[in-house]
């Protein structure tokens, strides 16, 4: 039996060293609920569909900008 897993991309968040594990579950929980609301909106869909770094890029960019991690998108 073959199964296919379709590519898609998906974001790596890396936080930083010094944040407290308090505040990096915030972002995670905040992380986590862009991507519950995604999946409201598109039907269900999640990070396998083509466009989810695009439609979620900016809100992804203003946690970053209020937490202070980093991430990259990979192609898995």
């Given at each position: 039996m073959k199964a296919r897993i379709p590519k898609h991309?998906?974001?790596?968040i890396q936080f930083p060293q010094e944040m407290a594990q308090a505040t990096q579950d915030e972002a995670w929980g905040k992380l986590t609920q862009i991507l519950e609301d995604y999946k409201k909106a598109h039907n269900g869909n999640s990070v396998?569909?083509?466009t989810f770094i695009e439609d979620t890029?900016?809100?992804?960019e203003a946690l970053k900008a209020e937490y202070g991690f980093e991430y990259s998108i990979e192609e898995k």
């Open positions: 991309r998906e974001y790596i396998y569909e083509p890029k900016d809100q992804v």
